[in-house]
C-alpha cells in the first residue's frame, strides 16, 4: 500500500502538538528515540524528523509528501506547497517592534529604517505594500537584541506572550502576518497518496472539530424547555429525556467551548441545573 511520508519538526515549539495531532488521530507511531523517520503501525503514514527551516523546501520537491508546520516558515520561503489547512497550534505573530525611545506615528515612520529581521521575505513584501523603502538586515537569531547593539533600529520578529519584546525594551507597533502551524503538501501527489492524505485529513479534521466542542448535559424544568433551546447553539437540535421527578427534563447537546461560556448565566437564569460539559473526542461531520 501507498505509505505518505509527512515531515514535522524534530525538536521545537510545535513537536509535541504535532505528535499528539497524530496520536489522537489514532495514529500509532514507533518511539521516535534519535531516530530521523519512523513507522505507523496502523495507518500507510511515515514520519520524518525535520528542522522546520527544512520543510517547505522539502515538501515543495517532493522528497517528502506533507508537512506540518509553521506558516511564517511557509510565507517566507520560495517553494510551491499547497497549504491544505490551519492546525490551531502555534500561534504567533510576525511584527515589528520599535525601541520604547522610538518616535512611532505609523508604518511612514519606519521610510529609512533599517529594520533587523529573520523573514527578509515577507518583510519586504509588506514594506512595499505600504510603499516604505527601509533597510533589511538579516539576522538569524536573538533578532530582539538588535537595537541595543546598534545592528537596527527596529525589529520583526515572531511574538506570541510579548514578554521577549517587552524585557528588550521594544514595542509591538505592527503585525506583518498572523501565524500558526499548517498542514501543508506537495503540489502535485500521485492519485494513491491524495487519497491517503484525504484519509490523513479526514481524521485531523475530527481531532480538531472536537477540541473546542464540548458535550453538554443540564436538568431544567419543562416549562424553561423553549428558552433554553434557544440560548443553545447546538449542531442540531438538542435531545430532551425525561427524568424520574415530574416536570422535569433533562437535555443534552454539543457546542463550541467559546459559545458555551457566553450563555451559562444565560442557562442558569432560564432556569438549568447541574450543567455539566464533558470532554469530546472525536466529532465526524
Ligand atoms: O530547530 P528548528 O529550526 O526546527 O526550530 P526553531 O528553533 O527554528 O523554531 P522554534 O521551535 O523556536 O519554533 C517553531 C515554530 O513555532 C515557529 O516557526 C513558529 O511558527 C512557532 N512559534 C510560536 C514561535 C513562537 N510562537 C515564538 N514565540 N516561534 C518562535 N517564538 C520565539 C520568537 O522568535 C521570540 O524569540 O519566541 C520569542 C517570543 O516569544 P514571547 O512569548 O516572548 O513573545
Ligand atoms: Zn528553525
Given at each position: 500500500m501507498t505509505t505518505l511520508r509527512l515531515a514535522i519538526q524534530k525538536s521545537g515549539r510545535l513537536s509535541d502538538s504535532s505528535r499528539n495531532l497524530i496520536a489522537e488521530s489514532g495514529i500509532e507511531v514507533e518511539?521516535?528515540?534519535?531516530?530521523?523517520r519512523s513507522a505507523a503501525f496502523n495507518f500507510p503514514l511515515e514520519l520524518l524528523y525535520l528542522r522546520d527551516d527544512d520543510i517547505p523546501e522539502y515538501v515543495a520537491d517532493g522528497v517528502v509528501d506533507a508537512a506540518i508546520v509553521g506558516l511564517n516558515i511557509v510565507k517566507e520561503q520560495e517553494g510551491e506547497v499547497r497549504i491544505?489547512?490551519?492546525?490551531?497550534?502555534g500561534r504567533c505573530r510576525l511584527s515589528i517592534a520599535v525601541p520604547k525611545t522610538f518616535d512611532y506615528g505609523g508604518p511612514q515612520s519606519l521610510q529609512g529604517a533599517k529594520i533587523a529581521t529573520s523573514y527578509p521575505n515577507i518583510l519586504g513584501a509588506y514594506l512595499s505594500a505600504q510603499g516604505i523603502s527601509a533597510e533589511i538586515q538579516v539576522i538569524s537569531?536573538?533578532?530582539?537584541?538588535a537595537p541595543a547593539i546598534g545592528l537596527g533600529d527596529a525589529v520583526c520578529d515572531l511574538v506570541s506572550s510579548g514578554s521577549t519584546l517587552m524585557s528588550n525594551g521594544l514595542v509591538e507597533v505592527e503585525t506583518v502576518l498572523q501565524s500558526e502551524a499548517v498542514l501543508i503538501a506537495s503540489p502535485s501527489l500521485s492519485r494513491e497518496k491524495e487519497e491517503v492524505l484525504e484519509r490523513f485529513l479526514f481524521r485531523i479534521n475530527a481531532v480538531l472539530r472536537a477540541r473546542n466542542t464540548k458535550y453538554i448535559t443540564l436538568n431544567t424544568p419543562n416549562y424553561a424547555i423553549p428558552r433554553i433551546v434557544e440560548l443553545l447553539p447546538g449542531m442540531k437540535s438538542p435531545s430532551v429525556l425525561p427524568l424520574t421527578l415530574p416536570g422535569w427534563s433533562s437535555l443534552h447537546t454539543v457546542v463550541s467551548e467559546d459559545d458555551f461560556w457566553g450563555i451559562v448565566e444565560k442557562l442558569k437564569q432560564a432556569g438549568a441545573e447541574g450543567i455539566l460539559v464533558l470532554p469530546i473526542e472525536k466529532v465526524i461531520e
Open positions: 518511539q521516535m528515540g534519535a531516530r530521523l491544505i489547512r490551519g492546525l490551531g497550534f537569531g536573538s533578532v530582539e537584541i
